[in-house]
């Protein structure tokens, strides 16, 4: 886990960087400003069949207290209101996660 300040509108750009370095994976990056939360999945091509980042974000998401997110199944955002729930969300991301590995 790295923690970095983020401004939600940078969050794709920040997960992209991270896939390519990673190669293959998956990147959750989560902010928090003035309470709120904001969160981006990436999934690298090669998992994007097995893993969506749409179902992910939405794990998240319903963790900090939001409904929805979207995007497609390599990358996706969303957020909630509940800040305070940031780890939480990135629980629900790995008990997801450890659903699809099962």
């Given at each position: 886990?790295?923690?970095r300040e983020f401004e939600p509108k940078?969050?794709?750009s920040v997960v992209?960087?991270?896939k390519k370095a990673r190669g293959s994976g998956v990147v959750a990056v989560l902010a928090v400003n003035e309470g709120r939360a904001t969160v981006a999945i990436g999934v690298s091509d090669d998992l994007a069949e097995q893993v969506n980042a749409v179902g992910l974000v939405q794990a998240a998401v319903?963790?900090?207290g939001g409904q929805g997110g979207g995007g497609r199944p390599d990358?996706?955002?969303g957020g909630?209101?509940?800040g305070s729930k940031a780890q939480e969300a990135?629980?629900?991301i790995r008990d997801a996660l450890e659903?699809?590995?099962a």
């Open positions: 886990m790295v923690f940078n969050l794709r992209d960087e991270y319903a963790a900090l990358m996706a955002q909630g209101p509940d990135l629980d629900a659903k699809v590995a």
